[in-house]
Structures are given as C-alpha cells and as structure tokens.
C-alpha cells in the first residue's frame, strides 16, 4: 500500500514535469528572440500568457467535446 | 474496461492533436486575455478538425480496402 | 484465447487510429487555410490526395526497400 | 531507486529539450569548429531555458490549483 | 526472435523517417495522381537519406570513441 | 546471464540506431538541398559538422549542469 501510493505520486510528478517540458518547448519558440543575460519583462509576459492561452484553449476543447457528446 | 482506457487514450490523443494544431492557427501570439474572436476560431478550428479526421480516415481506411483486394 | 482475439482486435484498432491521428496531423497544415464554418471543396480535395500520395510514397519506399535486399 | 530513476529520466529530458531548442537558437549553420561565440550562446541560452522553465512551471501550477478551487 | 523484432521495428523506423522527409521534400503539394517525377525523386531521396543516415552514423560511431578514449 | 548479457547488448543497439535515426532527421532538413544521383561534397561535410556540432552542444550542456550542481 505504502510502496503503490509512493509510485503514484511519483507517476503524477512525472506527468506533471512532462507537462512542463511540453509547455516551454511550444512556448519557448513563440516567445524567445535573442539571447541575453536574462529574460527580458516581455519574454516572461508571453511564456505567461502562452501557458495561460494555451491552457483555455485546452479547457475550451474539452468542455466543447463534452457538451456535443451530450 | 480494456476498451475503456483504450477509449479515453484515444479521446486524449484527439484532444491533443486538435490543441496542438488549433493553438497555433487561432492564437499566433497569446495575449493577455482568451478573448471571443480566439474562442470562436477554436471551437470552429475543432470542428475542422474532426471533419478532416473523418475525411482521413475514410480515405484510408478505403484504400487499404483496396491495396488488400490487390494483394489477393 | 478470447480474451486475446479480444486484445489483438482492440490493439489493431488503436494502430489503425493512430495512423489516422498522425495523418490527419500530417495533411492538416499543408491543407487547410483560414478557419470557415465548413472545409471547402479544394480543403476535401487536398485532404484525400495528401493521404493518398503520402500512401503511394510510402509504399514505393517499402518496394524499393525489398527489391534491394534482393 | 524507482525515485532515482525517474529523477534521471526527467534530468535526461530536461538536457535533451535544452538541446535541441538551443542547438537551432545558437548553431543555426554548423561549421567546422565549435567556436567560442556559439559556445558562449549556449551557456546562456541554457540558463535562459532553464529560466523560462520555471516560469512556466510557476504559471501551470498556480493556474491549474485556481481551476481545482472552481470545481470545489 | 528478440533480434528479428528489433530489427523489424527499426527497420520500421527508417521507413517511417523516409517517409516523413521524402514527401515533404518530393510532394511539397500532394496532386491527385503520384507521377513520374515524384516518383522517381521518392527513389532518389530515400537513397540519398540512407547515405546521410551512413555518414551520420559513422561520424556519431567515431566521435563516440573519440570521446571514450579521452575519458580513460 | 548469457540471455540478460545479449537482451542488454541488443538494447544499447536499439537505443545507438535511435540516436542515429534522430540526429540523421535534426540534420536532414539542414544540409540537403535538391536531390540528386549522390550526395555532394559540401552536404556529406555539412552532415559531419551537423553531427559535430549537436555533440559538442549536448557534451557542453551537460558539464555546465554538472558545474552547476557542485
């Protein structure tokens, strides 16, 4: 019991990171331009808005499929 | 329930494509806000989609059809 | 051994989707334009031919392949 | 070890994104040396990676917690 | 028959990569036959992509026990 | 033990063609240009310092996360 509630949780890390690494690599193209020292007040602004855009239009689908199914 | 969690991979697979390709038609450059043109876009791009899975799959699905009766 | 035909049935369904998911991701750029409330004709025309000639490519590669080896 | 293996696996994943984002950012035509500007440009584009990381990590995380709160 | 399987699966998987680089490259816009030319560019490409793919690995092969090498 | 040592054998020639297989598509779109009766001299260099360079890239990331870890 205590072994499958530590696997799960660690699957769920694993999902959640993969998630991450999906997000930066579509997100990053879109809003990088070139390299400096650090990341610039617009670069951050767009990574943000791209997770939260990209997010909404995920949810958007979802809901969407769910209500056509109905 | 084999064929459940085969479903819900499926449902998610669909789901992802439409995401990936509809996210970089109808929202080039995200902005601060979801506004209604972007959701209007999605749920039609959606829709799109899934006309073109159709159209896919029909198209496939009849010229394996085919190529078998070739084989034979 | 019902069970199994029952497996083997669901696991060709799932290969024979994924190659549609991965065709319909493949012909979907190079297909379609602007968002519309329905494909147009020449969307629908593109589409077939794309999975066709996509089909053809990849069969000849498969012959080639084989006729080498010989 | 199952926890080791994992962090190995994502650490690889991390490493192979970084590569293949900052190879096409900072090596756009590959010569015949590695040379110290394109060297230099991924030391940074590195640490810029890791920086838009977590960023997104943040935003994710704080974004799906405020949906979990509208479904309660 | 571990060996025949990873080879059938590897060899599916230089299939399925010449597939992807060769129609892009030789059916930029998919018409409604497959002629001639495409088709004698398809044979083309898919040698000179198991040319590249040989150079490819004897380069990845050599540079690796370079690398071997400097590490004892 | 001889099955264990040939499954592990075999795996890392799965996991080396794998590399190959990536590194031939990273560096495909980025040296060939027409396709003709062989591959020319500047492509067979471009693939080799494609090669190269992507190794260089990674070998590079990995001692900085390294040195940053210490």
Chains 1, 3, 6 share one sequence.
């Not at chain 1, 579509?26 to 855009?53: A, F, M």
């Not at chain 1, 909404?56 to 109905?70: A, P, Q, V």
């Not at chain 2, 084999?2 to 499926?10: C, G, M, P, S, Y």
């Amino acid at each position: 019991l205590e072994l499958s509630k530590f696997i799960e949780s660690e699957q769920q890390k694993v999902k959640l990171q993969q998630a991450i690494h999906q997000f930066t690599s579509t997100c990053w193209p879109k809003c990088i331009g070139n390299i400096g020292n650090k990341l610039d007040k617009s670069e951050e602004q767009c990574l943000q808005n791209c997770v939260e855009r990209f997010l909404d239009c995920n949810f958007h689908i979802i809901k969407s499929l769910e209500s056509t199914r109905k | 329930q084999i064929r459940q969690e085969l479903a819900v991979a499926q449902a998610g697979e669909l789901i992802s494509k439409i995401n990936e390709n509809c996210f970089d038609k109808c929202i080039p450059e995200p902005g601060s806000t979801f506004d209604p043109n972007e959701k209007s876009c999605v749920s039609k791009c959606m829709e799109r989609y899934m006309d073109a899975w159709n159209i896919v799959s029909r198209t496939y699905i009849s010229r394996m059809q085919r190529e078998q009766k070739n084989l034979n």
